[in-house]
């Protein structure tokens, strides 16, 4: 009974572990399939505004992901490399979203007092592709 008692919350800490790791995990691939969806919009000659910030949003919350207003969406103009010294315009999108484990959090928040103790983590993730021409 005492060697359970002292093994039984060290592996329940470790089992909680491995689940909060495996959803980060799943964050991190939503973003970066998210950011990928949106590099496609951003790389269209002929895009309405607004367009890459909403397709963005819109397969975060089809991942199962809360796209309110905490998550960021930048687009920015960058040089692509084409190899041999050629270089080509193209866009990189970096989404940036606000992970907060559901248990790991609130036992920290339990066990060290501070103020960034149980804040969300940030993720970042970006894509870049060649801009398309219109010929």
């Given at each position: 009974m005492i060697e359970a008692a002292m093994t039984l919350p060290l592996l329940l800490f470790v089992c909680i572990g491995i689940i909060?790791?495996?959803?980060l995990y799943q964050t991190w691939q939503v973003m970066t399939n998210a950011a990928r969806e949106g590099a496609r919009v951003?790389?269209?000659?002929?895009?309405p505004n607004g367009s890459v910030d909403s397709r963005v949003r819109q397969y975060l919350q089809?991942?199962?992901?809360?796209?309110d207003s905490t998550v960021g969406v930048d687009t920015t103009a960058v040089p692509v490399s084409l190899g041999a010294g050629a270089t080509a315009?193209?866009?990189r999108v970096?989404?940036?979203?606000?992970?907060?484990?559901?248990?790991?959090?609130?036992?920290?928040?339990?066990v060290v007092s501070g103020s960034t103790v149980g804040a969300p983590i940030t993720i970042s993730t970006s894509a870049t592709m060649r801009?398309?021409?219109q010929f």
């Open positions: 909060e790791f495996g959803r951003a790389v269209l000659p002929t895009q089809m991942g199962g992901l809360n796209s315009s193209g866009s970096t989404v940036t979203y606000p992970f907060t484990c559901v248990v790991l959090q609130p036992i920290a928040q339990l801009n398309e021409t």
